[in-house]
């Protein structure tokens, strides 16, 4: 993919513009921790959380049947031009992409973020990648139905990522922010496996998470 560059805009500044933070909440499915009004907590990769901040389980599990549409929908409650991606893990978090690779150009402040490396043709785990762009106001809702592998999970993970154009360094998450929502996923028994899923193979038994 041809990754766009920050184009001239005659001399530079002598201070880099203020970061204006962007936040978003996972409306659908039901996210797996508890956030607040903003979406936090969202920084720290994979999930938002870390082990030192675990944050507050829902204990929510979204069931569904494989080959399905999922409604996904999110609410960007502080504006920020961007895009989103859709990830899922099976059989453990572990598996869920790093944060898309970033063209950054350098301020008196340190690195800003120019654009993120999209994926055109994604495989597994990313199953929509560039969802969403944007780079207009207002802050707004955004949601749109995607279709989920025929597999067998008891729980796997599907990650919501917003990536930040023209924003500075957000540490822990760079220029990310991340939701994750827990999935129990029971393959159409009318349909083949997707085997290109971790764990399906050619076993019929349900693949057992570690997430």
Known sequence: MKIRMAAAIGVMALAAPAAAPAHFILQEPKSAIVENVLGDPQKAEPC??????????????TELKGGSMLHIKVKETIYHPGYYRLALSVLDRAELPGDPEDTTRDTP???????????????????VDGLWEHRTRPTTEFETDVRIPNINCDHCTLQVLQFMEDHGVNNPGRFSYHHCADLKITADPTMAIDKGWPGQGKSKGKAKAKN
């Open 48 to 61: 938002g959380v870390t082990a030192e901040k675990p944050g507050t389980p829902t204990g929510a599990v």
């Open 109 to 127: 402040r340190g690195p800003w973020s120019v654009s993120g490396k999209i994926d055109k043709n994604p495989k597994p785990p990313v199953l």
